[in-house]
């Protein structure tokens, strides 16, 4: 008797338990086991992490194409935590795997059909993850209606290492978020997200990303509508994959020059050693950007900005911007360099063409001229304000890009252009004093994702949490109705075939004409477009 009563109290203590801290979901693939989360305004948020969305893709599926998952049957599977990251450099090694192409899944209720964010994380295609705690916070977005998808995709030399041949074509990374949104459009409806309502979102080189699925055939009828933050694919960036697919295979003893002799010695090398060849690609700090995107054939037609420029792109409505400073204070670490600024200032077309991205083009010595001419009036770096050199960084590699996207896409759909010029107590570019400098790139996030690069996260009392309550209700009014909206009175005009405008979010939001222009019209002759 007495014995009976403890195995029911257990059961039902059991029961309890179960009902408060886990949720189960059924999927087309399985029953799904996920775990209650909440907002920073106090909602329950039910949130399933770490879904395979792909095969490893390990041994021969290195350097290829992601293969999708099978239904498990009658198990449940465990998505109580984040999934594995993508192996990279700088982080805890028992926290990665090449097992890493999972995504999560967040909503506040199982039943309806709400709109879907899918977000892609940045950190220069070789950095960073969907992790809830680390990466993308849900406690933000996730106070608003819709259904909140982060994902993970292959990094580094794992994500986008090429030969420009058959053995090794690249794009392993974008293609992992083409089957992602796959998975998004089967599976969705599941978890109370309406699959003909997706809008993906990304900031930096996930907003690059966002621009290439804009631009792919693939992604045809994944999306609906667009957010890119800080980055756009339709920049002057003349890639050179070969250069580091050489390099790291020198690094790691493998042939150089024969694609299948390349591959096969890279597909016998742990990730471990891979990732620790991440190298000093660019040595002094300034930019690091070594793996693209190809124009493969499959995956990609053409550039970017072709493609964009030609019309060829997904006809959805685009959210695109920038923030005030982005990169002009990342690189001030070097501002007393003064024997590294004066042989920059001596050599600058020696340098350039790396520092800037374009060191493939046949007039990189004319190019770099110019524009030492246009930003440093031919006088020395380190005889001026520092940012008049630090400036061109975030104008070659962002800002010119995001610019150029708006241009050719507000022929074709609405674009809801930005400036983030909003400087709180807290940013990643600090004075001597710990005070912040400037409006960085990546600062806007603090009040989108709540990442722990921030130095605190801000909670439902603090006094900057009316950003977070605004950035959210325009990204949720953006994928409900194509329009952001929130509750003041200025509203947010789209630029179109007829006008350009920006919106300028600082404490208090204006709208106006596109900042920098000068220094654009300056970009675009030095890139013209294709006739
Ligand atoms: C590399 O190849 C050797 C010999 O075939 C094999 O013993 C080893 O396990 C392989 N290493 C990896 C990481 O695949
Ligand atoms: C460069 O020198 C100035 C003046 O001494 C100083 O205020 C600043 O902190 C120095 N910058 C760095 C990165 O050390
Ligand atoms: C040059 C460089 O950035 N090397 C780094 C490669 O990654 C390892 C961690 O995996 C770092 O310790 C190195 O500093």
Redesign the pocket.
């Known amino acids: 008797m007495q014995f009976g009563l403890k195995v029911i109290l257990l059961i039902s203590a059991i029961v309890v338990v179960f009902a408060r801290n886990d949720v189960l979901v059924e999927t087309k693939l399985g029953k799904i086991r996920g775990s209650i989360l909440r907002t920073v305004h106090n909602n329950e948020i039910k949130s399933f992490r770490g879904i395979r969305y792909a095969q490893a893709p390990v041994?021969d599926k290195r350097f290829k194409a992601p293969v999708s998952v099978a239904a498990w049957g009658r198990n449940i599977l465990d998505a109580t935590k984040d999934g594995f990251q993508c192996p990279q450099p700088f982080i805890e090694h028992d926290l990665m795997s090449e097992d890493c192409l999972c995504l999560n899944v967040y909503t506040r209720n199982l039943r309806g059909n709400k709109p879907v964010i899918v977000y892609i994380h940045g950190g220069s295609n070789y950095l960073g993850s969907s992790n809830s705690e680390s990466d993308v916070g849900p406690d933000f977005l996730m106070d608003q209606d819709i259904v909140l998808v982060s994902i993970n995709y292959r990094l580094g030399a794992l994500g986008f290492l090429s030969t420009k041949t058959a053995e090794a074509p690249g794009n392993y990374g974008f293609l992992d978020q083409v089957m992602a949104l796959e998975w998004v459009q089967n599976h969705i409806s599941s978890f109370g997200g309406n699959p003909q309502s997706v809008t993906i979102a990304g900031q930096s080189s996930g907003g690059t990303a966002v621009t290439l699925l804009l631009a792919s055939p693939l992604s045809r009828g994944l999306f609906h509508k667009a957010i890119t933050m800080s980055g756009s694919y339709t920049n002057h960036y003349h890639l050179d994959s070969l250069k580091w697919t050489r390099k790291i295979a020198s690094e790691l003893a493998c042939p150089l020059y024969n694609p299948k002799d390349i591959i096969n010695c890279l597909?016998?090398?742990?990730w471990e050693k891979l990732i620790g060849v991440n190298g000093t690609f660019e040595a002094y700090g300034f930019s690091d950007e070594e793996w693209n995107y190809e124009v493969d054939g499959h995956f990609l037609l053409d550039t970017p900005t072709n493609l964009f420029a030609k019309g060829n792109f997904h006809r959805v409505p685009i959210m695109a911007g920038i923030t005030k400073d982005e990169l002009t204070y990342f690189f001030n670490k070097q501002e007393n360099n003064t024997g590294l600024l004066n042989d920059i200032s001596i050599n600058f077309d020696k340098y350039a063409p790396q520092l800037f991205i374009f060191d493939r083009i046949d007039n990189a010595v004319d190019t770099s001229n110019r524009i030492k001419k246009f930003y440093l009036k031919d006088k020395k770096i380190q005889d001026q304000p520092f940012n008049n050199f630090a400036v061109i960084f975030s104008d070659a590699i962002i800002n010119h890009g995001v610019h150029r996207l708006v241009e050719l896409a507000r022929k074709y759909v609405d674009v809801y252009y930005y400036r983030f010029d909003y400087l709180g107590r807290f940013s990643l570019i600090l004075d001597d004093n710990d005070k912040p400098r400037g409006v960085g790139h990546a600062d806007d996030l603090q009040y989108i994702l709540g990442t722990k690069w921030f130095e605190k996260k801000i909670d439902s009392r603090d006094s900057e949490i009316f950003m977070v309550d605004r950035i959210t209700r325009w990204w949720a009014s953006f994928a409900k109705t194509g329009v952001p909206c929130d509750e003041s009175r200025v509203k947010w005009l789209p630029s179109n075939e007829d006008n350009v405008y920006t919106m300028y979010n600082d404490k208090d939001i204006k709208l106006g004409a596109e900042p920098f222009s000068d220094r654009y019209r300056f970009w675009d002759e030095l890139f013209p477009l294709k006739k």
Do not use: D, E, K
Request: no cysteine; net charge positive; proline share 0%.
């Open positions: 041994g597909r016998n090398v742990t």
